[in-house]
Nanobody, 115 residues
Framework: QVQLVESGGGLVQPGGSLRLSCAASGSAFSAYAMGWYRQAPGKQRELVATITSGRSTNYADSVKGRFTISRDNAKNTVYLQMNSLKTEDTAVYYC?????????WGQGTQVTVSS
């Protein structure tokens, strides 16, 4: 079993940056492909960034070139660096494995992009 705790969200102006962190407890973290998901009000949860155990990455078109996912297996942590934020990036951000496991969802971290 893995427990995931997200942090780093907040209120930022358009064009600003935030760095999200996801700390994982439990064993075998390094073997999982991990992803950052987000859910905006009234919308379905979507996968925005993925990193494999071999550190290959993939991004949704909506964030490509602006977001960077990384991982530190020694710290059991996944990061999401978000630059050039837009109002449409406003959402609750979650990390989970890819594909996700329902029992792994954490509380998420709120990101609000507004002037």
């Amino acid at each position: 079993q893995v427990q995931l705790v997200e942090s780093g969200g907040g209120l930022v102006q358009p064009g600003g940056s935030l760095r999200l962190s996801c700390a994982a407890s439990g064993s075998a973290f390094s073997a999982y492909a991990m992803g950052w998901y987000r859910q905006a009000p009234g919308k379905q949860r979507e996968l925005v960034a993925t990193i494999t155990s071999g550190r290959s990455t993939n991004y949704a078109d909506s964030v490509k070139g602006r977001f960077t996912i990384s991982r530190d297996n020694a710290k059991n942590t996944v990061y999401l660096q978000m630059n050039s934020l837009k109002t449409e990036d406003t959402a609750v951000y979650y990390c989970n494995t890819v594909p996700y496991r329902n029992s792994f969802w954490g509380q998420g971290t709120q990101v609000t992009v507004s002037s």
